[in-house]
């Protein structure tokens, strides 16, 4: 079964719902598709409406709205077919670009923990704060050597990944009512199982739900609505075993993905043994990579048992995925139900039908659940949306006229400052009377005391513009140069670093940063490699807050750590020499973070 055989909308049976404060409407803009769920809000939820409508290739790039045009085209088709009447829409952050995680903070009263944060945001997060935005969800408290600390889970976003999915909602005639994070909304979708405790009492399941989608793969933790542990990884397996079939067996991408799915046809059955070769391949890795994800949770202090297995995902539907993972991992494994806890209240949801449905809409119904004061919840949302601010001027340089193009962007969150509104009010006059000064300035130099060559104006179109930013090529350049002294990158995430103000920009060291994880064999290894990169000047500021040893399943003792890596304008401009390493870069795991509750 692929995609398309999902149905596109069904509604409500019976008359129309009174939307007033009694709805709750998830949307997940999702790679392939935009999928919606409407829920009437109660103690046993009711759906009211689904749906799903396909969106043209390459508009939604790993969950980050590239093109907001056709989305917005799409969710419209999607309000018309589904035919809800609420406006109000519970999101999701690309799941590439969120970082949720738990931090230990001074113990602080809850409305002094948000202020506390956002000063030391970046101790926190690899994001710049003044283009991050953040929340917060307390937890409890515990005792260390320095007495009283609080922990805390923090999910943080560049401002840029949020700005093109409100784009989007708001182009489609529809309003934000908050930006989930999809580790906390799946944790509350698939209601936990009964299991017995040592005592022999009845107590909900620990669970590690998987979600394969077309861009991402996440595993999380997590029993009766609350997040334990969540780690993410780049790495689309599905997407991957059906390029290798396609491409191996030199047959079309229908083809390829029915055959994947073992849809065989009598003119496709000669290919399954050379297809099951290449599927367990691509199994392996994916076991592989669920292993380290138990492992990372199993050390994290206070970890309590994992009880079973969800998968969920249209990457779950790979052919033998829960045998593969039943035979390898020692717990029973199951495919999550996201109308498990839900009335039906859609006509022609037929139990055929919801099976079509469950590995695509788990999202948006989760999100939707969002609406219920009971589950625990984070809004990415921002307060204050301020407009990007480009300013330009001209500049005579020597016998001849200089196109100096200054391009800044800024976009500031008042989550990720202390204040109120009229606090921010406050800040962007002082960024305009700083920019005002500063053109002021320009235009005070004497002509030819200000020169910029062709390559340096290339720079500062590039740093202002973080589309421009190739990140596969550049963690393909950091993956060649790891590769030679022994270390396995594993992933990554890039956030640009935009400078504001044309002397700023011509100053700018650089232009973005990639976080990603990495593996050696021993620690001087690891040192060998910071000295390495360092050495490259398109890297700099080299930056390993974690280094954490695990023991593989065979044995062997490894050197995990985190790292992030700053681009300088080199790396723009100087693409990787790839002829000495025939490898596409792997984009595996990146574990942005460790939560324990």
């Not at 107590?203 to 609505?225: F, K, N, R, W």
């Not at 717990?331 to 022609?348: H, M």
């Amino acid at each position: 079964m692929t995609e398309a055989t999902v149905p596109g909308a069904l509604g409500a049976s019976g008359k129309d719902i009174d939307h007033v404060a009694k709805t709750s409407i998830g949307l997940d803009i999702g790679t392939s598709a935009v999928r919606v769920g409407e829920l009437r809000l109660g103690d046993r939820p009711t759906l009211t409406r689904l749906g799903q409508v396909q969106l043209p290739s390459g508009s939604v790039i790993e969950g980050e709205v590239v093109e907001p045009g056709d989305v917005a085209a799409a969710l419209r088709t999607l309000w018309k077919d589904t035919k809800i009447k609420g406006k109000s829409v519970r999101v999701g952050v690309p799941l590439s670009r969120a970082i949720v995680r738990t931090i230990e903070v001074a113990d602080l009263p809850d409305g002094e923990l948000r202020s506390m944060i956002g000063l030391e945001l970046a101790d926190h997060v690899p994001l710049d704060p003044a283009h991050t935005v953040f929340d917060i969800l307390p937890l409890d408290r515990i005792s260390t050597d320095d007495g009283p600390r609080r922990r805390v889970l923090l999910a943080a976003a560049p401002h840029d990944a949020i700005q093109p999915t409100l784009a989007a909602v708001q182009q489609a005639g529809l309003t934000v009512a908050a930006v989930d994070v999809a580790p906390l909304a799946l944790a509350r979708v698939f209601p936990p199982a009964p299991v017995l405790n040592a005592a022999g009492a009845s107590v909900a399941s620990v669970d590690l739900v998987i979600s394969v989608g077309a861009g991402t793969m996440l595993a999380l933790v997590c029993t009766a609505g609350h997040l334990l542990f969540n780690r993410k990884a780049t790495s689309p397996v599905g997407a991957q075993l059906t390029d290798r079939i396609q491409y191996q067996l030199a047959i079309g991408a229908d083809v390829a993905e029915m055959t994947k799915r073992r849809v065989i046809t009598n003119e496709n059955r000669h290919l399954l043994t050379r297809v099951n070769d290449l599927a367990d391949t691509v199994l392996d890795e994916l076991v592989r990579d669920i292993h380290e994800s138990i492992l990372y949770y199993q050390a994290q202090p206070g970890a309590r048992p994992i009880d079973r297995v969800v998968l969920s995902g249209g990457g779950s539907l790979l052919a033998g995925l829960d045998h593969h993972l039943a035979e390898r991992l020692s717990y029973p494994v199951v495919f999550g139900d996201p109308f498990e806890g839900l009335t039906i209240g859609v006509e022609g949801l037929t139990r055929d039908v919801q099976d079509e449905y469950e590995p695509y809409v788990a999202t948006a119904i989760a999100y939707a659940l969002g609406g219920l004061s009971r589950y625990p919840k984070l809004d990415l949302k921002p307060v204050l949306q301020r407009q990007s601010i480009s300013r330009s001027h001209l500049v005579l340089a020597g016998t001849g006229v200089v196109l100096l193009g200054a391009l800044g962007l800024m976009y500031t969150s008042a989550r990720g400052e202390v204040g109120t509104v009229r606090d921010e009010v406050v800040a962007v006059r002082g960024d305009n009377a700083a920019a005002i000064a500063e053109l002021e300035a320009l235009r005070s130099e004497a002509p030819g005391q200000i020169t910029l060559s062709k390559g340096a104006l290339r720079q500062m179109v590039a740093a202002a513009d973080s589309r421009r930013i190739d990140w596969t090529i550049a963690f393909a350049d950091l993956d060649i140069l790891s590769l030679g002294v022994g270390v396995e990158l594993d992933g990554f995430v890039g956030t640009s670093t935009v400078s504001v103000g044309a002397a700023a920009a011509v100053a700018s060291a650089t232009v973005g940063t990639v976080t990603f994880s990495g593996e050696a064999a021993a620690i001087d290894v690891i040192a060998t490699w910071i000295t390495t990169i360092e050495a490259d000047d398109r890297f700099t500021d080299i930056a390993t807050p974690s280094v954490r040893q695990l023991v593989k399943a065979d044995g062997a003792v490894v050197y995990r750590f985190d790292a992030s890596v700053q681009l300088t304008p080199n790396a723009l401009f100087s693409p990787p020499d790839l002829t000495s390493a025939d490898r596409v870069p792997p984009s595996s795991d990146v574990p942005t973070t460790e939560v324990a509750g």
